[in-house]
C-alpha cells in the first residue's frame, strides 16, 4: 500500500486529463504552425485552451502564454521586466522558491537592487514594511516579487494587499502562483497584478507545461528567439498535449474548487488534531490556524535520534512526504523558507501536502505509522 502525500511537489494527473493528452497525442500530431488541416487543428486545440486558461483567471487570451511550467515563467517575468520595463529595484522574499530567487541573483549581478520584506516566524509579510520599502524607490522603477502561497509551510500572501500598495506606488507586481492555481480563486481582472506564474503538474495536470499571464499593459520583448511561437514570446513548437491537458486539468479544478477545499480542509485538520493529541511537542510551521494554504500542513517533530531518518521510515512504510530542515550545523544549509522562520533547527520538518484523492482511511494508516517512529503523549498518571 502506498500513501502519497506529497501534492505540493507534484499531483498525480487526473482520469480525465490523461483521457484528453491521449485523444489529442492520436489525433492532433500536426504542427501548429503548418497551415494544412492536421497543423489547423493542432493550432485550434493550443486557442481553446489558451481560451479556457484566460477565462478561469478573468484575463483575455492574449495575456495569456503557454511555457514549460512555473521556473519558466517566474524566469521570464523577473528577467523580462529588468530587460525590457526598465526595472531596477525589486522587493521580495526570503522564502521564495528558487526558481525567483535565483534569477533575483542574476540580476542583482547586473546592478538590480534586490530589497527583502521583513516576515514574521510564521512566515508573514509585514506589510508595513514593504510600504516602507515602496516608499523608498527614489524614482527608480519597482518591481514586487512574492508569492501567493509557501510551498513549505502553507502561508498565504494576501494578494489583494500587495496589489493595492503596488498601485499606490506604481510597483509591477508579479506573484509565483503556482502553489494556488487551481486550488484559490484568482482573478486578475478584480486583483491587478502585471505577471503571475503557473504549472499545471501542481493541479492534475501534466509536467513541463506551464503558463504566464502577461497584463496587456505591459510589454515584453520575445523569451526565446526562434520560430515566432506563442506570439513571438517563446520560439518552438508548442507542447500540445500538454497544454491541452492542462486546460482541462485547471478547468476540473476550477469547477470543483470549494467542493475538494472544504474535503481537504477536513482531511488535513483531522490529521494536525489527531498529530496534537497522539503525539509528544508537535508543532507546526507556517500560519497553519489563519490564512494557511488548505493542501499543504508542515509538521515539525521533537529531536530525537528515532526522528532523525523519520522520512525514509515512512517512505519504507508506504507512506510518501517531503523533508525538510533549518540549518542545524555551519556544514549544512537546510531549508531556506525554515531558516528564515528561524524554525527550530534541531527539530524534524516534515511536509505533508494533500490532495483530494486521499482519504480519511490513509490519514489514518499515516497517523498509525507514525506511532511506530514518533513518541506517543505520556498517558497521565492514575492517581
Ligand atoms: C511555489 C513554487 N514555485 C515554482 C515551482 C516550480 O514550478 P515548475 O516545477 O512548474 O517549474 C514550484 C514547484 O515546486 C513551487 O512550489
Redesign the pocket.
Known amino acids: 500500500m502506498r500513501i502519497y502525500l506529497d501534492n505540493?511537489?507534484t499531483t498525480p494527473l487526473r482520469e480525465e486529463v490523461i483521457e484528453v493528452m491521449y485523444q489529442c497525442l492520436k489525433e492532433k500530431f500536426g504542427n501548429p504552425s503548418s497551415i494544412h488541416a492536421e497543423g489547423r487543428k493542432a493550432r485550434a486545440a493550443i486557442e481553446e485552451a489558451r481560451k479556457t486558461v484566460a477565462h478561469l483567471l478573468g484575463a483575455s487570451t492574449g495575456e495569456i502564454f503557454f511555457t514549460?511550467?512555473?521556473?519558466?515563467s517566474?524566469n521570464m517575468a523577473i528577467k523580462g521586466a529588468v530587460r525590457d520595463l526598465g526595472v531596477r529595484r525589486i522587493i521580495s522574499s526570503p522564502t521564495e522558491?528558487h526558481?525567483v530567487l535565483h534569477p533575483l541573483e542574476v540580476v542583482r549581478k547586473q546592478g538590480v537592487q534586490i530589497e527583502q520584506v521583513h516576515l514574521d516566524r510564521r512566515g508573514r509579510i509585514n506589510y508595513d514594511h514593504l510600504e516602507q520599502l515602496l516608499q523608498q524607490s527614489n524614482g527608480a522603477k519597482t518591481m514586487v516579487s512574492l508569492?501567493h502561497a509557501?510551498?513549505e509551510i502553507g502561508t498565504v500572501h494576501d494578494m489583494e494587499r500587495i496589489s493595492a500598495l503596488c498601485q499606490t506606488y506604481g510597483a509591477i507586481y508579479h506573484s509565483?502562483t503556482?502553489?494556488t492555481i487551481g486550488h484559490r480563486t484568482i482573478n486578475v481582472s478584480k486583483t491587478k497584478i502585471h505577471f503571475l506564474?503557473g504549472?499545471a503538474?501542481?493541479f492534475h495536470g501534466p509536467?513541463g507545461c506551464?503558463f504566464i499571464y502577461i497584463n496587456n499593459e505591459v510589454q515584453l520583448k520575445p523569451f526565446m528567439d526562434g520560430g515566432g511561437q506563442e506570439r513571438n514570446m517563446r520560439g518552438g513548437t508548442e507542447n500540445v498535449y500538454g497544454i491541452v491537458g492542462m486546460a482541462k486539468a485547471l478547468e476540473l479544478a476550477c469547477e470543483n474548487m470549494d467542493s475538494y477545499r472544504s474535503y481537504i480542509e477536513d482531511l488535513r485538520s483531522y490529521f494536525m488534531h489527531q498529530l496534537q493529541e497522539r503525539f509528544e511537542d508537535i508543532q507546526f510551521n507556517g500560519d497553519y490556524d489563519g490564512d494557511y494554504l488548505h493542501t499543504i500542513l508542515s509538521v515539525s517533530f521533537p529531536p530525537s535520534p528515532r526522528s532523525e531518518l523519520l522520512l525514509l521510515q515512512l517512505d519504507i512504510a508506504g507512506i510518501s512526504a517531503s523533508g525538510g530542515s533549518a540549518c542545524s550545523s555551519g556544514a549544512e544549509t537546510g531549508s531556506h523558507v525554515l531558516n528564515a522562520i528561524q524554525a527550530g533547527p534541531e527539530r524534524k520538518t516534515i511536509r505533508f501536502s494533500f490532495s483530494h484523492f486521499n482519504t480519511k482511511a490513509e490519514v489514518d494508516y499515516a497517523l498509525e505509522k507514525l506511532a511506530g517512529l514518533v513518541q506517543a503523549k505520556k498517558e497521565p498518571a492514575n492517581v
Not at 514549460?68 to 519558466?72: C, D, N, P, V
Open positions: 505540493a511537489a514549460s511550467g512555473g521556473t519558466e517566474s522558491h526558481c508569492m509557501n510551498n509565483d503556482v502553489q506564474s504549472g503538474h501542481k509536467k506551464g
